[in-house]
């Protein structure tokens, strides 16, 4: 996204700044993510990103994963600058043979031996600044490795620190930078001290504040956005009922009170009865007055014929803005004369850190999984900087943090907890053409699979969950007749981050119940499947 996009200040202006460039790996962001959980504020950007592109010096350097070989022709490959910033840096497998490799290329080769799974490292004391990386560990630490390449010799300069059976230089440190590598995953779970070696990293080492916490972020977000935001400029802002923009929706009333204006958009592919219940559940619980505009109709118009996903999300996301922007006119209008007369300026919306780093494409380690609702879904003259300016303060938040930071602010637990829905909505969820047909099945299955899942007091437990409709349909037998019917797809996963995520274990006798209604209850349907792939490969959404 272009930098003419305005943002509030980022929290690295503020926070101490852990920096991971990601090569790649599935497990990047676990990097990061652990290291929020620690306190430690961090962000992760991708491995082509130039020292020169930043507008702050982190405190420490974390180069990740990768799914390449060093020495390939095209992989992927650090700025130089980054190595003579004079911060520590610690290399986690492809990062350390990134190290190694650009002091010499005979320091890395394909190993004979390779490693994936659990491993056993054994520690090597040197009584010296190289031990603090395996400070108050044992000796003998389970790790979790995943790596076809080794180093083939200590690069110059270094000193090792680590060994396991296979790999003689599991751990390196150089002798006198601040400057460390492990072939191991420290970020995953199945390194158990992998959180307090990171810890010694990042506090021992480089010296940061633990001191990221959701309270913090609040109290110093409202007074960015009210400097950003100014005494008389008026916001605008997205609510769809889910958390993020809920969440979102408060900070800004928090900030500016009456200034800002939370609009609903029905375009047709929202939840059953959604628009009412937003209504009446931000009025009671927040205080927040919600303007609903019934674009429905526009909206579907518009989808008719287009199969495509990605654009789907561009005319969503186009006419989100052009109907904003409509509405913006508006407020300004009844706004004068009264104390809150002013331009609308900024638009809200409550994307979130998982939705930034999906929507990140740059060539080489990875590629753009989707463009994201929040994020790549905008019309280029809001990203060329014209007309309303984007206001994101959640950007750099984590769903678990949205969901603390909802509390510090007051937000009622109902809606704290309740399940994100995508600004695109159910259109992203029907496989294909967007017709009110299909709308009516997808809309009528959702319904009775949350409703189900309410019921047997799982709602809480479940992270997101929604029935989607496929292209395609099965034969069924109703009443001694043959009859085609469309494929209901239910999804219902568990996650923390909403980067990776696991398939929730139903058992089959809910499974079977919930099949039972939707195919009794819902005209149109004959087949009812349940989705159990993970995430990755698979995204939570269908589209």
């Known amino acids: 996204m272009s930098a003419t996009i305005e943002q509030a200040e980022a929290p690295h202006q503020t926070f101490d700044t852990l920096l991971v460039l990601d090569f790649g790996s599935q497990y990047s962001h676990l990097i990061t993510r652990c290291l929020r959980g620690l306190s430690l504020y961090s962000e992760m950007l991708p491995c ?91 000796d003998a630490t389970q790790v979790w490795m995943s790596h076809g390449d080794k180093l083939n010799q200590l690069p110059e300069g270094f000193c090792t620190i680590a060994t396991t059976q296979n790999s003689p230089f599991a751990g390196i440190a150089h002798k006198e930078k ?18 307090d070696l990171l810890r010694n ?13 959701m309270s913090n972020f609040c109290d110093q977000e409202i007074t960015r956005i009210r400097n950003l935001v100014g005494p008389k400029a008026q916001v605008i802002g997205a609510v769809s009922g889910g958390v993020d923009s809920t969440v979102a929706a408060k900070l800004l009333k ?24 937003v209504k009446q559940t931000l009025a009671e619980h927040l205080g927040i007055s919600l303007t609903v505009v019934d674009a429905s109709q526009r909206f579907l118009d518009g989808l008719k014929g287009t199969e495509d996903p990605e654009k789907k999300r561009k005319f969503i996301g186009n006419t989100f803005i052009d109907i904003f922007e409509e509405e913006a006119l508006n407020i300004e209008k009844e706004a004068e004369n009264t104390p809150n007369a002013g331009k609308v300026e900024w638009f809200l919306q409550g994307t979130l850190y998982p939705d930034v780093i999906e929507s990140i494409s740059f060539k080489g380690p990875s590629q753009t999984i989707k463009t994201h609702h929040n994020v790549g879904g905008l019309p280029q003259r809001m990203i060329d900087g ?21 509390r510090q602010l007051g937000v009622h637990e109902d809606l704290v907890m309740r399940h994100p829905f995508p600004g695109p909505g159910i259109a992203i969820r029907i496989l294909g053409e967007v017709t009110p047909d299909r709308v009516r099945i997808a809309r009528q299955a959702d319904h009775i699979f949350i409703t189900m899942i309410r019921e047997a007091g799982l709602y809480n437990k479940i992270s997101q969950a929604y029935a989607g409709l496929d292209t395609n349909k099965a034969v069924g037998v109703m009443g001694d007749q043959r009859q085609e019917g469309y494929i209901i797809i239910l999804r219902a996963v568990k996650t923390t981050d909403f980067m990776t995520a696991e398939a929730y274990p139903f058992s089959m006798d809910f499974l079977m119940t919930v099949s039972r209604r939707i195919v009794n209850e819902v005209d149109g349907v004959a087949l009812v499947t349940y989705n159990v792939t993970s995430k990755p490969p698979s995204t939570i959404e269908l589209q």
């Open 178 to 195: 601040p400057v460390f590598g492990i072939q191991f995953h420290p970020e995953v779970t199945h390194t158990p001290r992998g959180k």
């Open 48 to 138: 082509t990103t130039k020292l020169s592109e930043l507008s702050f010096k982190p405190k420490g350097i974390i180069l990740s994963g990768g799914p390449y070989s060093v020495y390939d022709a095209g992989a992927p490959h650090a700025d130089p600058a980054f190595f003579d910033l004079d911060v520590p840096i610690l290399g986690v497998c492809y990062g350390m043979q990134e190290i190694a490799w650009r002091l010499s290329k005979e320091n890395v080769a394909r190993s004979n031996e390779r490693e994936y799974g659990h491993a056993q490292i054994t520690s090597q004391r040197h009584n010296s600044p190289v031990d603090r990386l395996f400070e108050g560990l044992d």
């Open 386 to 406: 014209q007309g309303l300016k984007l206001i994101e303060p959640l950007r750099e938040l984590f769903k678990d943090e949205v969901r603390d930071l909802g």
């Open 254 to 277: 928090e900030a500016i009170g009456s200034r800002f204006h939370a609009v609903l958009v029905d375009n047709g592919v929202m939840r059953l009865d959604e628009c009412q219940q």
């Open 201 to 213: 990293f990042a506090v021992s080492i480089c010296g940061a504040k633990a001191n990221w916490s």
